[in-house]
């Protein structure tokens, strides 16, 4: 959640006009996400909208920088430090940073389902994050 900008804080580097509109709009989503209604719903399913908001506005930031270079180091540095952005490097496929940590898996040491390669899963089984709702975000599918 970025931070709240009051007349203290420091003020945003240059070029950041550029993409405020855009990262308004993630907000707005953002906020429709946290309001719409969960029932009827699972616990962690209901958190699925925000996750995808939140890995689609980090991966908007991180293609600005890395991709298309349309923003500098300091911009991309300061939006990360007020949390517009996760610093996700080197997960660019990767659908959210639960999905590779072994603490929250069923079985010891292992990674979320998302990451298994479809080639490896049975046919006709139904693959679905628990955390997240990805359906396969492994770099071999």
């Known amino acids: 959640m970025p931070k709240i900008r009051t ?3 420091k003020r945003p580097p240059e070029g950041f006009e550029d993409v405020e509109s ?4 993630y907000a707005k989503k953002m906020r429709d996400a946290e309001n719409e209604s969960h029932e009827g719903k699972r616990k962690a399913e209901s ?7 939140s890995h ?3 991966r908007y930031i991180y293609e600005l920088y890395y991709k298309r270079e349309a923003i500098s180091k300091e911009l991309y540095d300061w ?3 007020e949390g517009y952005a996760d610093a996700n490097s080197g997960y660019e496929k990767l659908c959210c940073l639960r999905c590779i940590q ?5 079985y010891q040491g292992s990674t ?3 990451r298994v390669p479809k080639a490896q ?4 089984t139904v693959v679905e994050c628990v955390h997240c709702g990805c359906r396969g975000c492994s770099s071999d599918s």
């Open 7 to 9: 007349s203290r804080t």
């Open 22 to 25: 855009i990262l308004d709009d």
């Open 102 to 106: 072994t603490r929250d898996m069923n």
């Open 79 to 81: 939006l990360l430090k």
């Open 47 to 53: 958190l699925w909208p925000i996750m995808r908001i």
């Open 112 to 114: 979320c389902i998302c």
């Open 121 to 124: 899963i049975r046919p006709g």
């Open 56 to 58: 689609s506005r980090s």
